[in-house]
């Protein structure tokens, strides 16, 4: 899980880096500046913010991609861990708007590593010298707690008749173009399918926690919990468009993997004779304990998160009436513990739609910036969800079509325009327009009729 994280982390480093501008720097859509205006609580903290330059933002990304590094080859991985930890905070309040509940896992589960041993194996600590796996039981039950609450959660919080009563829910979240993939395409033409994997996604989330947190001697009830975690995220990864959030779900359920299961992985990799040295040399050092004051500290430190989770949790269900005191809502805020897992919950969203970006040269000339034309196409793509060069700019864009979040409106626009002139010295544009066409997904593969909302008009200044 350790090794996966890792490599997660990497690749969420160098996807984010290739939109450093866009989206960490002063000069991009989200400037320094602004980040206490919108969607900052108390507690939140960034090194990103201290400065808006591109220099500095690279700087914080390196210093984070080497750490994810050391924690990848099992180097100082404690330590490596803790930094970790603190960067991706770092990093992730730096731009709320890019975010999906997938980025809160990566980070609940990098806390929990602070306390679980997976420096013990594969990694060049225990290369170095024999660590004993020394379980910590308070560390285990959180983190098994928090991969069952992600699926009891979200199944709770699904209260819609899509989900409840009509079964059409993936039907519905097949309709949103912005996210459907070309295996979506397909099985958005057969009805009773999508009906049944409705059912199927349904009661798979409601027997993920059962099985996680049922007792099991040897584990078996778990190793079916991964196997189900790994069928669910591998449709939804082949359906639809989510970035990161598939894989991330896949990786962080390794560690509900059996000890028996990976005791025979681990024969495979290892001669007899390897695998005897190192029991031996563990065998040596197993009296060796931490100090009883590091030891209740630590457990009182995850006893404390692991209820503070629960509460949180609960209070978005409607039945549960009590909600964390504002004292409190302060380190949970500062650790980034705060979580809500309610993906496609109560309902799927149903508007739907695509971006047109109208603009306009000094002597009143008109062109399109998507598809660099000398007239301006209202039509829809062939394929929406292209029109994403990753999910960060994905969920900016589903952020933006809620009326929640207009401010963010004025300020991509004025990115945009900025860039093409930037871009295109001979194609200045003094004005640009940037339209949402908006439609309502219905029943039966119908839709609403087709509206035409300007979000925002801006110029290049």
Request: charged share 20%; proline share 3%; glycine share 6%.
């Amino acid at each position: 899980m350790r090794i996966g994280i890792a490599l997660i982390i990497i690749a969420d480093l160098l996807i984010r880096g290739s939109d450093l501008t866009a989206h960490y720097t002063d000069a991009g859509l989200w400037p320094t500046n602004l980040i206490h205006t919108f969607g900052w609580k108390t507690g939140n903290w960034s090194l990103h913010e201290l400065s808006g330059s591109y220099a500095w933002a690279l700087f914080l990304f390196c210093l984070h991609f080497v750490f994810a590094l050391f924690l990848l080859v099992g180097y100082k991985t404690k330590w490596a861990t803790l930094i970790v930890w603190l960067f991706t905070i770092s990093l992730h309040n730096r731009n709320l708007f890019v975010q999906q509940s997938g980025d809160d896992l990566l980070r609940l589960v990098l806390f929990w590593g602070l306390f679980l041993p997976w420096h013990t194996c594969y990694s060049l600590d225990s290369k170095k010298e024999a660590i004993p796996l020394k379980q910590n039981t308070v560390a285990n039950i959180g983190y098994l707690l928090l991969i069952g609450s992600v699926y009891f959660f979200t199944v709770s919080l699904k209260t819609s008749p899509e989900w409840r009563t009509e079964g059409s829910a993936i039907y519905y979240a097949l309709s949103l173009e912005q996210l459907r993939l070309p295996v979506g395409d397909t099985m958005y033409q057969f009805p009773m399918l999508m009906k049944i994997m409705t059912w199927f996604v349904f009661y798979i989330e409601l027997a993920i926690p059962l099985l996680i947190l049922w007792p099991s001697k040897k584990g078996n009830l778990r190793l079916i919990a991964f196997v189900l975690i790994l069928l669910l995220h591998t449709g939804i990864g082949l359906t639809l468009y989510v970035g990161l959030f598939f894989i991330i779900n896949m990786v962080t359920g390794i560690g509900l993997l059996p000890k028996t299961l990976l005791d025979n992985f681990e024969t495979m990799l290892r001669q007899t004779q390897q695998r005897q040295f190192r029991i031996k040399k563990e065998a040596l050092i197993l009296s060796i304990k931490r100090p009883l004051p590091i030891k209740y500290f630590s457990n009182s430190i995850c006893v404390s998160v692991i209820i503070i989770s629960i509460i949180i949790n609960l209070s978005a269900v409607n039945w549960f009436g009590y909600e964390l005191r504002k004292e409190v809502w302060y380190p949970v805020n500062v650790l980034r513990l705060d979580q809500y897992w309610g993906m496609f919950s109560p309902s799927i969203l149903k508007k739907d739609g695509w971006f047109v970006y109208h603009g306009m040269d000094s002597i009143g000339r008109q062109h399109d910036l998507y598809r660099d034309n000398d007239y301006v196409d209202y039509k829809k793509p062939e394929h929406i969800v292209k029109m994403y060069k990753s999910d960060r700019w994905r969920k900016l864009a589903e952020n933006m079509q809620n009326d929640n979040y207009t401010f963010l409106r004025p300020l991509y626009c004025r990115y945009i325009i900025r860039e093409w002139n930037k871009e295109h010295p001979n194609k200045k544009m003094n004005m640009l327009n940037l339209y949402y066409m908006e439609k309502q997904n219905l029943a039966d593969y119908k839709t609403s009729e087709l509206k035409k909302n300007l979000f925002c008009v801006c110029n290049d200044n």
